[in-house]
């Protein structure tokens, strides 16, 4: 086994971990940590993928600042302790159940597509990653989305401002 | 030439246009002007008719007709307005327009006391029922016959029902109405029947084109003329409405249901001689009919004690005669009894009436009695008809109802002997009438004793025309054996009537020996009565038998709990059950059914954010399930939605 | 032009109508309006065949291959003589009532004849159904906004009943289409299809039942009496005097010769459902307490005579029931006009509280015998000749059939006698007490209808004339 | 283009005059001349007249039927900007802001209804949505707007992971983002099959398909009325516009087994929408299920995929939002939502009520109106496949349902008796509502009046 | 590695997020489970943008085929960010108001 591959099994069995320990845990401070233990353990995969401009971008962006923002409204709601009583333990089975049987057969179906069985992702090679390319692709055919998206954020930032402040 | 017979359609114009006057004018009008016009009209068609008759003694086997317009003129065939004038049609014509004439006179006088526009509005419907029979014998095909047809069951319907503000009679008009209407439906769909076989209506191409029709269509055929006869003249099993029918005013009585209307079926058949001629089965069908009916309606008759109502029995019972006539072939014999029966039976009415008039409307015999010294012409007029509707020889009703024995006896003995067993019957209910009515003693109140007097001139005078044609009104067909050639009536119908059919060979001996049983026997029956009922007149409730003959053989019960009653329930279990809970009931069900639908799909929007990803999730589940394991569940798939 | 002409006045005249406030005013305008059209529609009938007055054509949605296409033949200048003829004498003797909002009253009443006239016209298959669903909704709100108490429930169900039916149309309607070789709505592309049997029961079912709702057939006709009952009798003139014959019209002119093969193969069940529904009908009637009622019943039980007939596959048959659709509509707006007298000036409709009317209104009372005897088909009534081809030809096609249908005849004279004796005869009773005061007007156009009825029952031949062309076209198709 | 740079800059004109304007009632007036401006700019591009020339690196592609949609939108906005302008104000203080989010989501219109990239269609669905979450919560106070605003929120998030998962199954099989994908092979490979359902399932949520409806009915009820109006007409033909394009270059590649899918889904839909609005009791409510059932025929244009199913689907839009709007807009007057609230309306308002029942029967499809041939042009468009003909008979038997619950109103109005306190309208207002009855009623007759243009 | 392995990891992280949105019911761990499907999906964009460089590697050298993905994952984080600034936006004012972030509690709207 390379280390290519024991950093894929690790990095994968970590993520899940993470991932289980956001679902389970009572407390919502507690899952926001263990959710950022899946980010860096997502961006650990890039990373193996060589895509460097995506796994720091990962890290400042969401285990950086949206995860931050999570504790943050957490802590303003002081939500910290269990706050959450026992759920309807039928509704919960029910949801494990539905998620569960999604994952199965999506897993299924795609596992059985043909066209995958050969194929394989390019470990550390290709520089595509990088943030040169990234860039000059970004700004000659990704100029209009990039563009655009600065309509989303402003939307956003109103949003933020109508819904957010304390009016009246 | 024909002069008269091209103007055949003034016979019906007449009483149509006192109908309108009288009609539209029954309130400007003074009674003496109604009275005038109604019965004016009558009169002018009567003239005209007579010109008729005398030119139809010379039409020879080809009718004169006369085409007014096209009724109905379609691609597939062709139906005129159109008038036939033969030696049938003229006859009845005769009858109609004449004895329609005299009781319009007596009805002058008999509804005197109505108030102006009732009067007005009874001589209109008496002028549109005449109307409607002179249609009835004048059309030249069968459509025009239906016409006129449904138009007496429609004037019957409103002569009976003429005392509006009485229910009975109301329900009395309503039963004639219905089951005229019945026997209506027969006679249509044996017009369907001829038309589609022969595509014409009219009388000389459906007879001269008889090839057209199976022995089966002809059967059938002539079975559902056949029951439309039964309806319109009262025989087993629609007679039940002819006794009711009692219920209008009695010259209404002795015009419809004695003289005229009732005859409209032997008509009819007569008309249709070829086609009956052609169907043996029908034949006998028609006779054991017309006897069992004249037999069934003879029991009642002797035990009903209301003057009108054994009068309407025996009118029954006599129509029975006629149709044993015709189904043995008898064609002129029944027409002959239906000329000789109009002027007895419509003198029987008519007297009836006399008496009825002058002890203020009772009609029950047993609080009648010793009117004879009363009412002297009546009396006399009413024993007269007596011994003709009794078959005493030369009473007229002798030489019809002999004729008509005579065939059947020839047909088959049974049916002379059960004729001739009702004839005695006749003669004794009729002589048991006689002899409540007009012996004895006077059975009223003191006050109606006081003021019994004999009818107006207006009314007797007609009561006096028809007894002298009911006297001689049979010599026009005395029978071969008495003297060879004699037989006018015979004469004059033969180019209508199907040759041979009429045929009828017995020894002379055995029509001598024929006529004195049958007379013998009405004599006996008529000197039992005459003794039994002068002296002992039959006041009390009857028992046993009695009791079933007096009740009409429970007939009109049996069909109200055999009919009426089921239908009626039927129609309420339908209007209650099947259309409030099943139809509608079924038609609400989708709508409530969407409505329920609605209240519980709506729970699946809990208002549980949870709840709703949960669907979506089991959806998306769902869905990859059909799209990629779907060809496992394809052919379940196929079978519901392609 | 004419039949645009017959369309364009009332639908005008309508609209302006809710416009004008004063009752008096709305009133004699909807009745010129409506006398107008019918002296247009008597120019159109009389008008020879052939003449290019008598269709109009303009193009409407090219691109769904939908024509305003307008024409007069004999089936359609009968039922648009019957709708012309109709409305004034609606109006005419409803004259004294009181309506609140006289001008959307008066305005919607036209509006709806401009809708029956578009139906009785159209050429098109698309614009039928067009004017089908615009001749519906002014009834709705007639119905549901001027009706008896139970009038909002009874009307809905009538309006979603119709309206389902009619999208099933709508759903047959663009099949056809479809398998039209032009993908055209016209009446030729749609008369000429050689389609598979599947495809022609398809289209058979889809706008039959839509027909049948419409007519109403049993078992679909349970909207009916209530609709009967709940509307303003002016409109219950309408519904049954005109608007079912729509039902009847559009299985002649869009039903039978557009899916010939599945007509005939189904005869037999829609004679048969026909003749069930006679009966049935017949007999409820028999039973029923209010005088709507008993006539929606009667109704039911003449287009149901209608029904099977039109499907005897029978030329004559075919023609009488158009002379039939005409006869009904006169008879049974006279029995309404009766019907609303007596509601109007007694205020009951029962039966149970009517008796002896005869004295108090025997001019009334003539009328309305005359009408029920017309509505018993008796002959030399206008209905008499219509039944007997109907008749005439059902008998033609089955001989038990028809003998069955027949007893429809009887069942008719029971309760139709027994109406007018519960009404007129019998002693003065109940509500009849009180005063009783027939206005002239109503005398007038019953009498009127009285004309038509003797006229056209003794000499029917200009009615036959109109309608001559067009069975023998339409059994031809069949065959 | 130019549509979507223009309502962008406009956005932000609002967001600044928002700060520098302080009279409330100005801010409707510059929205309405922007969206003059805009729909201007969009026929004048709909002509071939542009203002910038952007070269979109085949992101986007602008063709007519884009552009007529545009054109529906924006004069749908603008309707309801001058019928509705006023009560927009009265949900908060933010008004300018408000204006601003509209004009942002016709930026997110413009990209959907012209995307050739599914990144673009991800970024514009996303900008749709976005403002709409806001404009939902508008009504801060209220907790049912807040409600509403969390549900559409967390619901609207979750279908966007669904999204993004279908797009990256679609990469996966087919190494670019482009929508048309060339050299298509069958059958396709079960990767390509799942990423196109779960873009399908995704794109049902948005346009409110069941059973991914559920947050229709509780969204337009929470929100502030305006919005709800503004909601279920702009956004959800935008839905509509973005599913088209999707499918039309797609669906081929399917299969019949979806075929199937969509006929369920369809039933499924007209089912939900209708039958549960039987029950309604809000006539908000009612419009919201109703939406759901309006977008059940809508997507026989999308099961159909003809030519007749895009002209139809173009009058659908149209006639849905005139309708919607114009009973919106009295809707939004009322002090009692529920249908017992617009008891004898009629009387107090003939008017308004004429107009809300033209608007109401245009719902329902009755002829003369524009539904009609909408309705008639989705049910064409099915039955001219040839197949699924019961599709479009359980269809009509919906139809005839949802007559049930828009003649509940018009029935409340006319022929039930009560006292409606409705508020003092202007003549203008009066006067436009009298405009779209005229228009629905000018469709209903001439529905090519709107189509042809996708023909010149 | 073998792509299968990046798309089972990202569905099964993808379906993890799905059961936590589906068995929690505070909304701000619903929305960090949204979160998780969104990462999961860029985890498998990323591994098909490998994937695809790879494939196109073996013909030309130059090629910059794959870039488009990590682009997309890229957008799809600014959308994210986005998103996550008015979702938080809108829960602290439910907050404001019910004092709670119980999805459980959201049921005022329904039928």
Known sequence: MSTTELLFWFLSALAFLGAIMMLISKNPVFSVLWLIVVFFAISGHYLLLNAQFLAIVNLIVYAGAIMVLFLFVIMLMNLNTDTEPQKNTWLKVAGAIAGGSLMLIMIDVLIDAKDMHTKSALMKDGNIGLIKNLGRVLFNEYVIPFEITSVLFLSAMVGAVVIGKKSE | MNTFSHLVYLVPLFPLIGFLINGLGRRSLSKSMIGVIGCGVILASFIVSVGIFFEARNFGPTPVIVNLFDFIKVAAFNIPFSFQVDQLSSLFLLIITGVGFLIHLYSTAYMKEEETQHYGRYFSYLNLFVFSMLLLVLGANYLIMFIGWEGVGLCSYLLIGYWFKNNEYNYAARKAFVMNRIGDLGFLLAVFWILQKSGALTFTEVFANTGAFTSFDVTAITLLLFVGAMGKSAQIPLYTWLPDAMAGPTPVSALIHAATMVTAGIYMIVRSNVLYSMAPFTQAVVAIIGLATALLAATIAIKQNDIKKVLAYSTVSQLGYMFLGLGVGAYTGAVFHVMTHAFFKALLFLAAGSVIHSIHNQQDIRFMGGLKKYMPITHLTFLLACFAIAGIPPFSGFFSKDEILAAAYANNPILWGVGVFTAALTAFYMFRLYAMTFLGKFRGTEEQEHHLHESPSAMTIPLIVLAVLSVIGGFVGIPEVFASNSHALEHFLSPIIVKGADAHHLEHSTEYMLMGVSVGLALIAIFYAWIKFSKHPEIGEPSGTGKVLANKWYIDELYDSILAKPLLALGRVLNNVIEKSGIDGLVNGVGKSVQYAGSKIRLLQSGQVGNYILMMVLSVVLMILMIFYGHNMTPLIDKIFR | ?479 | MNTIIVSAILGVVMMFSGIFIHNKAAFKNIAIAGLLLLLGINIAENYGYLLFKVDTKGMLHFERFGLLFNIIAIAATLLFTLLSGRDVEKVGNYTAEYFALIFFILCGVGIVTSYTNLMMLFIGIEIISIPAYILTGTDKRNLKSNEASLKYFLMGAFSTGIMLMGITLLYGTNGTFMVERAGATFPISYLEAMGLLLLFISLSFKVSLAPFHFWTPDVYDGAPTVFTSFMATVVKIAGFAAFIRLIESRYGSMGSQTDRLVAIVIILTLAFGNLTAVFQQSVKRMLAYSSIAQAGFMMFALFALNDTGKEGLILYAAAYCLATLGIFAVLIKMEDGTFEGFNGLSKSQPLLAAVLTICLLSLAGIPLTAGFFAKYYMLAAVVKTGHYLWLVVIAVLFAAVSAYYYFKVIQAMYFKEGEVNFPPVTARFKYLLVAVAAVIILLGVFPNALSQFMYF | MPIEYYITLSVVLFCIGVVGVLTRRNAIIIFMCIELMLNAVNLMLVAFSKMHHGAALASDATSSVGTDAQLFVFFIMVVAAAEVSVGLAIIVMMYRNTHSVDVNFLNRLKN
């Open chain 3, 1 to 479: 032009m004419i039949p645009v002409l017959l369309i364009l006045v009332p639908l005008v005249c309508g609209l302006i109508t809710f416009f004008i406030k004063e009752e008096k005013t709305a009133k004699l305008w909807s009745l010129t309006g409506s006398v107008i059209t019918l002296l247009i529609a008597l120019i159109g009938v009389t008008t020879m065949k052939g003449s290019n007055l008598l269709t109009y054509d303009a193009s409407w949605i090219p691109t769904l291959g939908t024509r305003f296409t307008v024409g007069l033949d004999g089936m359609g200048k009968i039922l648009t003589l019957l709708t012309a003829v109709a409305f004034p004498i609606i109006f005419g003797a409803t004259y004294q009532n009181k309506y609140a909002s006289p001008n959307a009253f008066y305005g919607l009443m036209l509006l709806s004849q401009a809708g029956l006239m578009g139906v009785f016209l159209s050429m098109d298959m698309l614009l039928f159904y067009f004017f089908w669903e615009f001749a519906l909704i002014p009834v709705y709100f007639l119905c549901s906004k001027w009706g008896g108490e139970k009038r909002i429930a009874v009307t809905w169900k009538f309006f979603i009943y119709t309206f389902a039916g009619s999208l099933l149309m709508l759903v047959g309607i663009l099949y056809l289409y479809t398998l039209t070789p032009d993908q055209s709505f016209a009446i030729a592309s749609v008369h000429n299809l050689s389609l598979t049997s599947s495809q022609e029961l398809f289209i058979f079912w889809t706008l039959f039942i839509a027909f049948a709702i419409k007519m109403p057939v049993f078992p679909f006709h349970t909207w009916q009496p209530d609709t009967y009952e709940q509307s303003p009798t002016a409109v219950t003139m309408v519904l049954s005097g005109v608007m079912v014959k729509m039902g009847v019209f559009a299985v002649l002119r869009w039903l039978l010769p557009v899916v010939p093969n599945a007509s005939l193969r189904m005869a037999d069940v829609v004679i048969i459902i026909s003749i069930i529904g006679m009966i049935y009908a017949s007999l409820i009637a028999i039973k029923q307490d209010d005088i709507k009622r008993l006539i929606a019943y009667s109704s039911i039980a003449h287009i149901g005579l209608m029904s099977a007939a039109m499907f005897a596959n029978n030329a004559t048959a075919t023609q009488g029931v158009m002379l039939q659709m005409f006869s009904h509509g006169i008879n049974v707006i006279g029995l309404w006009i009766v019907a609303d007298v007596i509601e109007q000036q007694l205020g009951t409709r029962k039966f149970s509280e009517l008796g002896g009317l005869a004295q108090k209104a025997p001019a009334l009372a003539i009328l309305f015998v005359v009408m029920s005897l017309a509505n018993i088909a008796l002959p030399l009534t206008n209905s008499f000749i219509g039944e007997f081809m109907m008749f005439n030809g059902l008998f033609q096609y089955n001989y038990w059939m028809a003998g069955i249908a027949g007893i429809s005849i009887i069942l008719a004279a029971v309760y139709t006698l027994w109406m007018i004796q519960k009404i007129f005869y019998g002693e003065v009773r109940g509500a009849v007490s009180g005063a009783m005061e027939v206005t002239t007007n109503t005398k007038l156009m019953l009498v009127i209808l009285v004309v038509l009825v003797v006229v056209f029952g003794v000499y029917p031949k200009p009615l036959i004339n109109i309608t001559n062309d067009n069975p023998a076209k339409i059994v031809a198709q069949l065959k």
